[in-house]
């Protein structure tokens, strides 16, 4: 095979992997409607032909090893369609347990692992399984390409995969109905492979199928004429042959390459606009390109939208299988077909939705006998919500059952936090997010390690989405996840608040109030919207951006809390590409990455839950939510008290360092300069400073100079942070008084807590 027909077939087998994926969840999911009695002729002919289509597209694009284990589940549907096999639990499993060894053994044949011994194991299991001879011995699994029995004129060119049915003239209904021993290969030449995205069988299920290897002997005689599979109609087949399937990774780099495109385009009209203002046509042609982009990336956008509904087969197996392994009766109900997502989001959501179902059947579904004691019905029922709001998607897990038990969840953390025990119930429930912390008594497969929910929360982190908890002792619990439709790009309200500019997602804003008087409920500054008083803050003093001016309120909301903020200005309305901080730097609260604006300068994206959080503890004055946020180092009681100043003129850098110090149980304050640092000082002396070098106004030698020329300050501590890492440069600071002096090239989190508490300790 040449480097070009290598690399034609790894692009195949790629999109094979693709197409099987979602063959292989329809197999499960009409697996478990058969268990349940839906044992229609048409469900049987469906999983046959879904097992057959995996079977020749396997054959086609090079996996024969693949192709086999496909092949032997086909004969253990075939009993079933010819009512030679009833339907019962272990044919189920049996066939559950062939998918898995196809979902498991397609990635490995992709990459170019060996899987032979696995794939013939499998073959084996399924063959018994068949009642018929298991598949040859290790002669048979040793030959990697093994030939049936044909007439020579028939025996495909060396090239072909042996197991690849290759189409030809579809033959009548009674030739698809002949035994199948009777059928040979037609001696036409073989054509090309079948474009990928109609069927990658091949022909009719029944043809050619003796020259498929170690099939058992059907059974002389013509089968009932309800036993034939279907084929495909004729519209069908007309909007198959419309279907092109592309690789992910190329839609990927096409998005990335239109988001590329549109924003220099922003930047480059943004350079050119007195000009393009002076010319009508020129300004036409630009808004004409403008447009075009946008209508581009729309569509490049919505080539990776997949129904949320894709990931119900895997979750609704998982069900089934931990209700049986625990004796429990549980039903899986879905709603929102209609719901799509970015395809790379929706695969990060796999592993957390797939946890929170299992915990729904492991904590909430209650045994049979307690749900007859309780008045429930013995069934238990967890259900799979998605909806489209804006441009999240929002996806709820629930379940009837017994709830969660906060009381518990708040001993099991006061066990390592005393301030745990002084939490509200509702403070307390985001426990259950703690890493380490689990209310199980016994461990097992699922529970009990105090490994799970901290790991859903992270992994919705990195997706920018949000998890909200909400349960009734008794009736059940409900997990609601809210994440962006796509990760490439964000419909954003720009704003100005204390000079710099934000982002907001538009999906989170609620409403934009002009600027006006607040009331005071409560101790907290309220508005009113839509007839209901709302807490308002200053985004300025949420952040510690500064002092914003008193200009219109954008009213944000979460999925069961909103906040007004009041800003400087409203700037516009754009698309915004967003990008993430890199791994270098933690997720920062309230940021949910950053975006590049025309002018080339970065724009911070705002989170809308951490937000309201900072929020309400801004205003709260309240830090035992940030206790409760889940993974956060807690410190010792002693340090809480200790206060540090973060001086640095780029916001992304203060609020890394205030999210390190926070997280540490510090008190954070911060300044853009140095002139504002010492109006701060000047009003709460601080414990530790913290300051950058090159800064407007006043840097970081200059400050560190003035706190050192004062007296009532000798004894604070100042670390300066920079990227000025050259001998004179730290000769300068160490000289004007600066106490450590670290580079940001070689920055590391837990060398500059170190420093904080050395110097701290010191200075105690």
């Given at each position: 095979m040449s480097g070009s027909d290598s690399v034609a077939e790894g692009d195949f087998q790629h999109l094979f992997a693709t197409e099987a994926e979602g063959r292989l969840?329809?197999?499960?999911?009409?697996?478990?409607?058969?268990?349940?009695?839906?044992?229609?002729?048409?469900?049987?002919?469906?999983?046959?032909?879904?097992?057959?289509?995996?079977?020749?597209?396997?054959?086609?694009?090079?996996?024969?090893?693949?192709?086999?284990?496909?092949?032997?589940?086909?004969?253990?549907?075939?009993?079933?369609?010819?009512?030679?096999?009833?339907?019962?639990?272990?044919?189920?499993?049996?066939?559950?347990?062939?998918?898995?060894?196809?979902?498991?053994?397609?990635?490995?044949?992709?990459?170019?692992?060996?899987?032979?011994?696995?794939?013939?194991?499998?073959?084996?299991?399924?063959?018994?399984?068949?009642?018929?001879?298991?598949?040859?011995?290790?002669?048979?699994?040793?030959?990697?390409?093994?030939?049936?029995?044909?007439p020579a004129s028939a025996d495909p060119p060396p090239s072909a995969a042996p197991l690849a049915e290759q189409p030809g003239p579809r033959r009548s209904a009674a030739a698809r109905q002949a035994p199948a021993a009777a059928l040979a290969p037609p001696p036409s030449p073989p054509e090309p492979p079948p474009q990928v995205g109609g069927s990658a069988a091949g022909p009719e299920p029944e043809a050619d199928r003796g020259a498929v290897p170690h099939r058992p002997d059907p059974v002389t005689g013509q089968a009932p004429a309800a036993a034939a599979v279907p084929g495909p109609t004729e519209p069908a087949r007309a909007a198959a042959a419309e279907m092109v399937q592309i690789p992910v990774h190329r839609i990927d780099d096409l998005v990335r390459l239109i988001g590329e495109a549109s924003a220099a385009t922003l930047r480059l009209g943004s350079a050119l606009l007195e000009r393009l203002e002076r010319d009508p046509s020129g300004m036409t042609e630009y808004r004409d390109l403008v447009r075009s982009l946008n209508e581009l990336q729309e569509l490049a956008l919505h080539a990776r939208m997949i129904p949320v509904m894709s990931l119900a087969p895997r979750l609704r197996r998982a069900v089934r299988d931990l209700a049986r392994e625990s004796g429990k009766e549980v039903r899986f109900e879905t709603r929102g077909e209609d719901a799509e997502i970015d395809r790379g989001v929706l695969e990060r959501l796999a592993d957390p939705l797939l946890h929170l179902v299992r915990n729904a059947v492991d904590h909430g579904i209650e045994s049979p006998d307690e749900r007859r004691l309780r008045g429930k019905p013995m069934e238990g029922i967890i259900r799979l919500h998605a909806m489209q709001l804006g441009s999240e998607v929002v996806i709820a897990v629930s379940d009837d059952g017994r709830g969660i038990d906060v009381a518990r969840v708040r001993?099991?953390?006061?066990?390592?936090?005393?301030?745990?025990?002084?939490?509200?119930?509702?403070?307390?429930?985001?426990?259950?997010?703690?890493?380490?912390?689990?209310?199980?008594?016994?461990?097992?497969?699922?529970?009990?390690?105090?490994?799970?929910?901290?790991?859903?929360?992270?992994?919705?982190?990195?997706?920018?989405?949000?998890?909200?908890?909400?349960?009734?002792?008794?009736?059940?619990?409900?997990?609601?996840?809210?994440?962006?439709?796509?990760?490439?790009?964000?419909?954003?309200?720009?704003?100005?608040?204390?000079?710099?500019?934000?982002?907001?997602?538009?999906?989170?804003?609620?409403?934009?109030?002009?600027?006006?008087?607040?009331?005071?409920?409560?101790?907290?500054?309220?508005?009113?919207?839509?007839?209901?008083?709302?807490?308002?803050?200053?985004?300025?003093?949420?952040?510690?951006?500064?002092?914003?001016?008193?200009?219109?309120?954008?009213?944000?909301?979460?999925?069961?809390?909103?906040?007004?903020f009041k800003v400087d200005e409203l700037v516009d309305q754009r698309d915004v590409v967003v990008k993430g901080l890199g791994e270098l730097i933690p997720r920062l609260p309230a940021v949910a990455g950053a975006g590049v604006q025309p002018d080339g300068s970065i724009l911070l994206v705002l989170e809308a839950a951490g937000l309201i959080e900072r929020a309400r503890r801004v205003d709260s004055g309240d830090r035992s939510l940030e206790a409760a946020d889940g993974g956060r180092r807690e410190a010792p009681v002693a340090r809480r008290a200790a206060s540090i100043l973060v001086v640095d003129d780029a916001l992304t850098v203060r609020e890394l360092q205030r999210s390190i110090f926070e997280n540490a149980g510090y008190r954070v304050a911060v300044a853009t300069n140095g002139e504002e640092a010492l109006t701060r000082i000047s009003e709460e002396r601080p414990d530790l400073v913290l300051t950058d070098v090159q800064m407007p106004r006043m840097d970081g030698f200059q400050l560190t100079a003035a706190i050192r020329g004062q007296p009532a300050l000798a004894s604070v501590p100042v670390i300066i942070l920079t990227s000025r890492g050259s001998d004179e440069d730290r000769r300068r600071g160490l000289e004007c008084g600066a106490d450590g002096y670290i580079v940001k090239s070689g920055f590391d989190q837990s060398a500059l807590l170190s420093a904080v508490e050395h110097l701290l300790g010191a200075e105690r």
């Open positions: 969840d329809t197999l499960v999911d009409q697996l478990l409607e058969l268990e349940k009695g839906g044992a229609t002729p048409e469900l049987v002919a469906s999983l046959f032909r879904e097992a057959h289509t995996i079977k020749g597209g396997a054959a086609v694009v090079g996996m024969p090893h693949v192709a086999r284990v496909a092949h032997a589940l086909e004969d253990l549907l075939e009993e079933v369609r010819r009512e030679r096999r009833g339907v019962d639990t272990p044919l189920i499993d049996s066939v559950l347990a062939g998918v898995d060894a196809i979902r498991i053994l397609i990635p490995l044949a992709v990459a170019g692992e060996d899987h032979e011994h696995a794939a013939f194991e499998a073959e084996q299991r399924l063959r018994i399984a068949v009642g018929g001879p298991p598949a040859a011995g290790d002669e048979a699994a040793a030959a990697p390409t093994p030939v049936a029995a044909a001993e099991a953390a006061g066990s390592t936090d005393r301030s745990a025990m002084e939490m509200d119930d509702e403070a307390a429930l985001y426990l259950i997010f703690r890493s380490g912390l689990s209310t199980a008594t016994r461990v097992t497969g699922v529970s009990g390690r105090g490994v799970g929910l901290d790991a859903v929360r992270a992994s919705l982190n990195a997706v920018r989405g949000r998890i909200e908890v909400r349960s009734d002792p008794g009736l059940g619990t409900e997990f609601r996840i809210a994440v962006p439709i796509t990760m490439a790009t964000l419909r954003c309200l720009v704003i100005n608040s204390a000079g710099q500019a934000f982002a907001i997602p538009l999906h989170s804003v609620r409403a934009v109030l002009p600027p006006q008087p607040s009331a005071t409920v409560g101790g907290r500054a309220m508005t009113m919207v839509e007839g209901r008083p709302v807490p308002i803050s200053s985004l300025a003093s949420v952040l510690g951006t500064g002092n914003g001016v008193e200009g219109p309120a954008v009213v944000v909301a979460g999925l069961t809390r909103s906040h007004a």
